[in-house]
Nanobody
Framework: QVQLVESGGGLVQAGGSLRLSCAASKSILNFNKMGWYRQAPRKQRELVADITRLGSTYYAESVKGRFTISRDNAKNTVYLQMNSLKPQDTAVYYC????????????WGQGTQVTVSS
């Protein structure tokens, strides 16, 4: 069973920056995809960004140019650098990993709160 531990959330003013970290209990080279989702109050969970094992990235339109996803294979960690934060970025951010072994498998982190004040 894979464990994911997120950190780096907090309270920041609009225009500020935060870096989220997601440390996995196993080598992230095992995963086909790693990503960050977020869920704001009374809204559905949405994909923010993800990165494949080969390094291809995807960003939601709302965060393009402001957020950067990266991975450190040696530390089994994926990061989400968030710059120029806006109040509408306020949400609980969840780390997610997926891998294929006979069938598709995935695991979620516990979530970390990001609050952006105006």
């Amino acid at each position: 069973q894979v464990q994911l531990v997120e950190s780096g959330g907090g309270l920041v003013q609009a225009g500020g920056s935060l870096r989220l970290s997601c440390a996995a209990s196993k080598s992230i080279l095992n995963f086909n995809k790693m990503g960050w989702y977020r869920q704001a109050p009374r809204k559905q969970r949405e994909l923010v960004a993800d990165i494949t094992r080969l390094g291809s990235t995807y960003y939601a339109e709302s965060v393009k140019g402001r957020f950067t996803i990266s991975r450190d294979n040696a530390k089994n960690t994926v990061y989400l650098q968030m710059n120029s934060l806006k109040p509408q970025d306020t949400a609980v951010y969840y780390c997610h990993v997926g891998w294929f072994r006979d069938t598709w498998n995935d695991t979620w982190g516990q979530g970390t709160q990001v609050t952006v004040s105006s």
